[in-house]
């Protein structure tokens, strides 16, 4: 099983592979607009600019934590556009906990384990970092700030 195996639907209901980012490292991010961490796609959008062609970030929006992602996909697109500007691909809402996780997050979750090898994911703005081999590499808190990942980022770059 790899990375490449596996398919979402982007944000406007289209099945996407993952294959098509084949080359390029993954920043993968469960997110949602009404949390304390939702900032952070200032910086999300900064990493994707700034690596642009090397990078891809690609959001997942999620309500499990407090229901702090209600929005239609609609709803979803919009905020991130007008407020963030974003321009990096987000997926429609999933689950990254729970019986109806998404095959993507299980995948991730189990081969990035968080503290004491818990699986769980936690809250919103949980990052998993893939290298440009599609190799999962490491596995980040919603604490810890998109920019501050760039020596980790960049060391996932191909020479």
């Given amino acids: 099983m790899s990375i490449y195996d596996f398919n979402a639907n982007d944000i406007k209901g289209k099945e996407r592979s993952l294959s098509e980012f084949k080359g390029k490292s993954l920043l993968i991010v469960n997110t949602a607009s009404k949390c304390g ?26 309500n499990q934590f407090g229901a702090q992602e209600p929005g239609t996909a609609e709803d979803i697109q919009s905020f991130c556009d007008l407020t963030f500007h974003t321009s990096f691909p987000i997926f429609e809402k999933v689950d990254v906990n729970g019986a109806e996780t998404h095959p993507l997050f299980n995948y991730l979750k189990d ?4 503290i004491l090898g818990t699986k769980k994911i936690k809250w919103n703005f949980t990052k998993f970092l893939i290298d440009s081999e599609g190799n999962p590499v490491k596995r980040y808190a919603p604490t810890d700030k998109p920019l501050s990942l760039v020596k980790d980022i960049e060391a996932t770059f191909k020479s």
Avoid at 111 to 114: A, H, I, Q, T
Wanted: aromatic share 16%.
């Fill in 111 to 114: 081969s990035l384990p968080g």
């Fill in 37 to 62: 961490f939702t900032p952070q796609y200032a910086e999300l959008q900064e990493l994707y600019k700034r690596y642009e062609g090397k990078l891809e970030v690609l959001a997942f929006p999620c």
